[in-house]
């Protein structure tokens, strides 16, 4: 036996024990279950008990299957660490068997160097057979880095076939192999905001999520009192990125679009792209704002006279004016205004009142405060409203200072509805409703919100993401070179600022992880034409394919693309303009090339997706479909792991830099 065979044989026995004191520790979760349930506590706290026994005992059945650790730190202290997704140990004042990846100690497995040993001998990573589901017998490599001072800097071999290693379903965690500066934000301030713009593939996803872990690990209570939100710009994202937290043992964090977020109604109507620009733009906030406080009665007319037995009590206009003056610039939330604005009147009555009648009881000031003539006041001065009826008002007579004649002509409806009650929504208008509820009732803040591709959401988006992080922080994640809204931002700072988090640093990440090379320096051609100053990426990577196949047949050149991808392993996506992809699918399920492992799917749908290989259909169409075409076709070039093959019977666009002199030399398929 070598001695690497003894110790992949005693790691393996350690393995088994953790296994058995993980088998241990869920059988005793479930049986205090069942004694919380016998205790004969005060209901109250039996209840409570009871909640959280449940919780934690189903947390720990439904822990996805796996390898316990796959790291180790010997330190100079004499202490050995095992480093998992999440801590093993029965006994809570004994070292555990496996110590949570979170947890301070494993911050030097992620960051300790020859340069900066941290008190580390000797960094472990273990190597896993692929997919395996925690038998030890899956535990076939193992890999020592001496970090003690001259040690060598070795290149771990087991990282790099991690990183390289093909993609077939959905996105996994990267807790055994986070990066230094990927871990610096992950672990960064939890109670600050943080921005990270990062070139395709530089794991800016991976960092939000496991970043989210870390805070709801961290800030147990506070975190997860308040809520933690992530959200992604579409389902299929959500759904790619959906296994990461569980398999990080986090089961409870609410994944969703902005648009699930903030949806009061279906969305029944489709806006022009004239409208729905006006309805994202910055202005729209003041001029909500303005819709709604028209509604205010700045200087009442009449006299309130609130009757009270026989007589009546009095309040000239002026006063009434005041109450309302005052209110308002105290500004609190519509609906909040409108109560404050009464208590203060029913306070000035009570004044007049005391000073002929003396004290006045808190039953008399109740009598007052629910008077007809004192609600009558409010509704004609300050009325009681929803957001789909300022909206509604608004919209069918958009006559606002603010808008320009065309774009007042871009938003009014053209045949109002006869009632609120049955508009018809578009996408934007559940935005500027958003708007509207956040103005009339402050709505609750989360603790944290993770937001992915929030280079692409407008003004009026990020505001509805700051009413949701008024007390809470945010993790902005981004590339504004891969911005495709017609509202995309051109910098984080005006970005940041709509998210109510000013000033929040901006950290760049280029160094990536998916994106090889020879892929990522085609990619870079673009960058000059995508109206963002951006860094540009690299690549760990040195593998990596690009082909150019050009046909005149489209389909029969790309059912062909698709064959010859198909004699690798791995994933492949084909991706094209929206208005191809029906013939595209055809074409490719005709040819028999539908297997699972194929995807086809428009342009519009592929942001924060990868796979091994990309077959991108004619790219002049997608750059030509919109006007941030350049930036969509980008998007679609980062999405391969390993090979791009780009199929076309038109020019390629010639920002690609393969027409003319200084053309790359990719392989071109006959
Ligand atoms: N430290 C790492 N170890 C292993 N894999 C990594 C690491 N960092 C990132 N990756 C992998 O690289 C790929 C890209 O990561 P991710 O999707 O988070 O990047 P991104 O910056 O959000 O990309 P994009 O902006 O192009 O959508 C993922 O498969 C991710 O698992």
């Not at 500066?181 to 960064?188: A, F, G, I, K, P």
């Not at 919209?395 to 603010?402: H, K, R, V």
């Not at 509805?464 to 495709?484: H, K, M, N, P």
């Not at 091994?612 to 919109?626: F, N, Q």
């Amino acid at each position: 036996m070598t001695s690497l065979d003894l110790e992949l044989a005693r790691e393996r026995s350690h393995h088994d024990a953790c296994r058995a004191a993980l088998i241990r520790m869920t059988e005793d979760v479930a049986e205090q279950v069942v004694t919380g349930e016998d205790t004969a506590a005060s209901g109250a706290d039996a209840e409570a008990l009871g909640r959280h026994l449940r919780s934690r005992a189903k947390e720990m059945r439904e822990q996805p299957p796996g390898p316990l650790f796959f790291g180790r730190l010997d330190l100079d202290d004499g202490q050995t660490h095992h480093i998992g997704r999440r801590r093993i140990g029965e006994d809570p004042a004994a070292p555990p068997l496996v110590v949570d990846w979170r947890a301070p100690v494993s911050r030097a497995y992620y960051q300790a160097g020859a340069h900066d040993p941290q008190g580390v001998l000797r960094r472990r990573r273990f190597g896993w057979a692929p997919y395996s589901e925690g038998v030890s017998e899956d535990l076939t490599a193992l890999e020592d880095e001496q970090l003690t001072a001259g040690g060598a800097v070795t290149v771990s071999a087991l990282l790099a076939g991690e990183i390289e290693r093909p993609r077939v379903g959905p996105m996994r965690d990267i807790a055994a192999t986070i990066q230094p500066e990927q871990d610096d934000l992950v672990r960064s301030d939890p109670a600050a905001s943080l921005c990270v713009q990062g070139a395709p593939g530089t794991g800016k996803t991976a960092v939000g999520l496991h970043r989210a872990a870390y805070l709801l690990y961290t800030h147990p209570q506070r975190i997860r009192r308040s809520g933690l939100l992530v959200l992604g710009p579409h389902r299929t994202f959500l759904s790619y990125i959906a296994e990461v937290l569980p398999s990080l043992g986090e089961t409870g964090v609410r994944q969703a679009t902005l648009d699930e977020e903030i949806a009061r109604h279906p969305v029944r109507a489709e806006d022009g792209g004239a409208a729905a620009r006006v309805k994202h733009d910055a202005r729209m906030a003041e001029v909500l704002h303005r819709a709604l406080y028209g509604r205010v009665d700045p200087a009442p007319a009449d006299d309130l006279a609130v009757p009270d037995g026989s007589s009546h009590w009095r309040l000239p206009a002026a006063g009434l004016a005041e109450i309302v003056a005052d209110v308002r610039a105290e500004a609190p939330p519509y609906a909040t205004g409108r109560e404050r604005v009464r208590a203060r009147i029913v306070r000035a009555l009570q004044l007049r009142a005391e000073r002929r009648w003396g004290p006045m009881g808190a039953a008399w000031a109740r009598r007052i405060e629910r008077a007809r003539a004192l609600t009558a006041f409010l509704d004609a001065c300050w009325p009681r409203t929803t957001p789909e009826e300022v909206l509604a008002g608004f919209l069918a007579d958009p006559a606002d200072p603010a808008l320009t004649e065309a774009e007042r002509a871009a938003i009014r409806w053209e045949r109002p509805p006869r009632s609120f009650r049955s508009a018809r929504w578009t996408a934007a208008d559940l935005v500027l409703l958003d708007e509207l509820a956040g103005l009339i009732e402050r709505p609750e803040s989360y603790g944290h919100v993770v937001v992915d591709e929030a280079q692409d959401l407008s003004p009026m988006e990020c505001r509805a993401i700051a009413r949701r992080t008024a007390f809470g922080s945010l993790t902005v994640l981004g590339d504004l070179a891969q911005g495709t809204t017609p509202w995309a931002a051109r910098d984080w700072d005006g970005q940041l600022a709509h998210l109510g988090k000013a000033g929040a640093p901006v950290v760049p990440l280029t160094l990536g992880y998916r994106v090889p090379a020879a892929i990522v320096d085609l990619a870079n051609r673009l960058l000059p034409h995508l109206g963002a100053d951006v860094p540009a990426g690299r690549s760990v990577r040195k593998d990596g394919e690009v082909t150019f196949r050009r046909g005149a047949d489209l389909l029969a050149a790309t059912r062909e693309a698709v064959r010859e991808a198909l004699t690798a392993e791995g994933s492949v996506g084909v991706i094209t303009a929206d208005g191809l992809v029906g013939a595209v699918e055809r074409a490719v399920r005709e040819g028999g090339e539908a297997e699972e492992r194929v995807t086809v799917l428009p342009a519009s749908v592929v942001k924060g997706l990868e796979f091994d290989h990309v077959v991108v259909v004619e790219p002049a169409s997608i750059v030509a479909a919109e006007a941030r075409g350049p930036n969509r076709l980008y998007v679609a070039l980062t999405r391969a792991v390993s090979r791009l093959t780009l199929v076309h019977a038109e020019e390629l666009p010639e920002w690609l830099g393969v027409r003319g002199p200084g053309r790359p030399t990719p392989r071109t398929a006959p």
